[in-house]
Structures are given as structure tokens and as C-alpha cells.
């Protein structure tokens, strides 16, 4: 399955968790599912007690967070190991 704009995918954070993301621009040819996200962050766990910014260490490297959402340029697909910085699609239960 190829990523496209407006699908939701889950992005793992540094600390591991993995929250809802949108697809916001995707490279679909790109062999490793090269796609921009939306990630949506849970404001109750993944703020920093006190402050209205998102705790440093969910913050990957060129990301930005802005009120309860983080952009993320670039992120690789990772369907196996899923790795912190990484998108996959959602797991089924």
C-alpha cells in the first residue's frame, strides 16, 4: 500500500509511543514511503507539565510542534522494526 494525501498512518516518538498521524504530502515512487506529517499529539501525556510546547524529547530533529500538533518533513516508512522518527501504517487488532 502506497502512502497519499490524508491518510492516517501512526508516527512512533522518540520515547517510543506512536501517535496518530496525517499524511500531508507523500512521495509515493520513493522507495522507503518518504511522507510529511501531521502528527497529533495527546496534550494530556505529551506536554511538558506547566508549559503549552510539547515535551523535548518527542521532538525529532527539523520537527516543529505548535499547540497540540507536530510537523514532521520527511519521515521514513518503517513497517518492521519502528523505529522512534518513523511512520507505519495502523496496526489491526
Same mark, same amino acid.
Given at each position: 500500500?502506497?502512502?497519499?494525501?490524508?491518510? /492516517?498512518?501512526?508516527?512512533? &516518538?522518540?520515547?517510543?509511543?506512536?501517535? +496518530? #498521524?496525517?499524511?500531508?504530502?507523500?512521495?509515493? =515512487? $520513493?522507495?522507503?514511503?518518504?511522507?510529511?506529517?501531521?502528527?497529533?499529539?495527546?496534550?494530556?501525556?505529551?506536554?511538558?507539565?506547566?508549559?503549552? /510546547?510539547?515535551?523535548?524529547? &518527542?521532538?525529532?530533529?527539523?520537527?516543529? +510542534? #505548535?499547540?497540540?500538533?507536530?510537523?514532521?518533513? =520527511? $519521515?521514513?516508512?518503517?513497517?518492521?522494526?519502528?523505529?522512534?522518527?518513523?511512520?507505519?501504517?495502523?496496526?489491526?487488532?
Amino acid at each position: 500500500m502506497k502512502p497519499s494525501i490524508g491518510r /492516517i498512518v501512526h508516527y512512533v &516518538l522518540l520515547n517510543g509511543q506512536h501517535r +496518530a #498521524a496525517t499524511v500531508v504530502n507523500a512521495w509515493p =515512487s $520513493a522507495p522507503d514511503g518518504i511522507c510529511n506529517l501531521t502528527v497529533h499529539l495527546d496534550g494530556c501525556n505529551d506536554f511538558t507539565p506547566g508549559l503549552h /510546547i510539547a515535551a523535548p524529547n &518527542l521532538i525529532p530533529q527539523g520537527a516543529f +510542534a #505548535a499547540g497540540s500538533t507536530l510537523s514532521v518533513g =520527511s $519521515a521514513h516508512q518503517d513497517e518492521s522494526a519502528k523505529l522512534p522518527g518513523t511512520w507505519h501504517w495502523p496496526e489491526r487488532e
